[in-house]
């Protein structure tokens, strides 16, 4: 193990991929210096930030001489390096089924849900700035799926085969997800792990964003598995750290099925 | 003992070749024709060998070891590395093993969406068109999952797109680049060590020299056909491609399900 040197945590809200490095940061009590890159102002595309990630993305996590900007293989790192429990599983096979979950939550799961918030939340609360700002901000974007994504989203020009898409997937994903906790009560296994931490940085939205498909009735062993997650007090810390409505998401978890149908 | 169901040693099928030859671990291999069992349209044998449909991913190799299936090409040299005694395949720093999964997950996805497509073009677009289209749709259309059926279907698409396919050649030329920037500093791909990654990264462009020789030569890339020599003199390497069972494993390909499933929307 390394010789433990203050990380300082390039991030956003408590949501999706800085979600994931200030989660394991607080699981494993983690002293760091922490900073607000606001992605509806696009810091994260300013030049003293891509000085750090030359791609633009959030988080960065800088220690000592090492720059990682990869949010997922970030999460293994840090459990790695740093003292505190361990959130990777002792056993290689449990190893590989947190690895193989976390890119189907990343790559899979991730970008179907995230096309919804970037037509529901980004495009709009980008829209409440100055629009030339923000397009010729637009136009500095490094990577041309982003700048292909911010376009989009604040023109809402997502097409319906690309809504209807990412709807599919987004269901397809719920099914499995439901389906692997009906065999193992977390996503490596027995234990608590980075593949539910990094799921709960998704998942903790559904509830509140598709509370159709992700409910007490339709999937009960996710709402379940997103409790227990939720009732970490590194969860309550780390959420607490919002700035903006998205962290409030969490208290749809909370909300339990008898309460449900007192509100109704 | 594991057993290994896989295809001609090339792309995604011959990453777990290279590396349970390197641990020397003794393993059953079972041997399957995704170009056959993808297109074979009697309703009974769809899919329909219990070795394809215990694949989740439905392509590409699949383990047995301990009763569960390990699937996922990267993932899977990851398990071998980390399960199997014999040589290490992975580093133990920490900042070194970061490496290895950001390149699995960045340029080994990106290779095989680039190299998979080429290939395909190449050799297995040829073959589709000889079959009767009715059927061929009728076979895509019953194709599970559906990313599977959308990277045939796309395989198919291809047909006389040459803007689709220079697109593909130019993102290829800018991959090699990168790799050959990373061999700058080392013989290897992740620190001063023979890893996993060189493993990923020389299982998508090893038929490059025959696939993309205008793209893959001494005078543009020496360092990687250097890196293309010295992982071919390797003995696991070499066992791998002795598997093969057309004796030409660098013409086989396959769409593979991983790019589509891993590159989102």
């Known amino acids: 193990m390394m010789a433990p040197e203050r990380p300082v945590l390039y991030h956003w809200e408590p949501n999706s991929n800085p979600g994931k490095a200030m989660l394991i940061l607080a699981e494993k009590g983690i002293d760091y210096e922490g900073h607000y890159v606001d992605l509806l102002a696009m810091e994260q595309h300013r030049p003293e930030y891509l000085a750090l990630n030359p791609r633009g993305t959030i988080p960065t996590l800088v220690h000592g001489q090492n720059i990682l900007t990869e949010s997922t293989p970030m999460m293994e790192y840090i459990d790695a390096a740093f003292p505190g429990p361990r959130f990777t599983p002792g056993n290689a096979i449990e190893r590989w089924r947190m690895r193989w979950w976390m890119r189907f939550f990343d790559s899979y799961l991730a970008p179907a849900i995230s096309m919804g918030g970037w037509k529901r939340f980004i495009g709009p609360a980008a829209l409440e700035r100055d629009i030339g700002d923000i397009e010729a901000a637009i136009d500095r974007i490094p990577l041309e799926a982003r700048r292909s994504a911010w376009h989009k989203a604040l023109h809402d020009d997502f097409s319906e085969a690309e809504l209807s898409e990412s709807q599919r997937r987004y269901r397809y994903g719920l099914y499995l997800l439901e389906a692997h906790l009906c065999r193992f009560p977390w996503i490596a296994g027995n234990d608590y792990s980075l593949g539910d931490m990094n799921g709960f940085t998704l998942g903790y939205a559904f509830p509140s964003v598709q509370p159709d498909y992700c409910n007490d009735c339709k999937t009960p062993r996710i709402m379940d598995w997103l409790r227990r997650i939720c009732a970490r007090p590194a969860v309550r810390k780390t959420w607490s750290l919002g700035r903006t409505h998205l962290a409030s998401r969490l208290e749809a978890i909370t909300v339990k099925p008898d309460a449900d149908k007192e509100g109704i | ?265």
């Open chain 2, 1 to 265: 003992m594991p057993a290994l169901y896989h295809w001609e040693p090339n792309t995604f099928y011959l990453k777990p070749l290279i590396a349970l030859h390197e641990k020397g671990v003794r393993f059953s291999s079972h041997y399957i024709d995704p170009t056959a069992t993808a297109f074979d349209i009697r309703p009974d044998c769809l899919d329909a060998s219990i070795e394809v449909l215990n694949n989740p991913e439905r392509e590409g190799p699949m383990l047995i070891e301990s009763g569960e299936v390990i699937c996922g090409s990267f993932f899977m040299l990851e398990f071998i590395a980390d399960f199997y005694p014999g040589p290490e395949l992975a580093p133990r720093d920490p900042m070194l093993y970061y490496r290895i999964q950001e390149i699995g997950q960045t340029l080994g996805v990106q290779l095989a969406t680039l190299v998979g497509p080429l290939g395909c073009e190449r050799y297995l677009l040829p073959k589709l068109r000889k079959r009767d289209a009715v059927q061929l749709n009728a076979a895509l259309s019953a194709m599970e999952p559906v990313e599977r059926r959308h990277v045939w279907q796309a395989v198919l698409d291809l047909e006389g797109n040459t803007q689709e396919f220079a697109r593909l050649h130019s993102k290829l030329a800018g991959s090699l680049q990168e790799i050959e920037s990373l061999l700058d500093a080392s013989d290897w791909l992740v620190g001063e060590d023979y890893s996993i990654a060189d493993i990923e990264v020389f299982s998508m462009i090893h038929s490059l020299p025959v696939l993309t020789p205008e793209l893959l030569h001494p005078g543009c890339t020496p360092k990687i056909v250097s890196f293309l020599q010295r992982m071919q003199s390797r003995p696991a390497v070499r066992a791998a491609l002795a598997m093969s069972r057309t004796g030409h494993p660098e013409r086989c390909f396959v769409p593979g399900i991983e790019p589509s499933r891993w590159l989102g929307l």
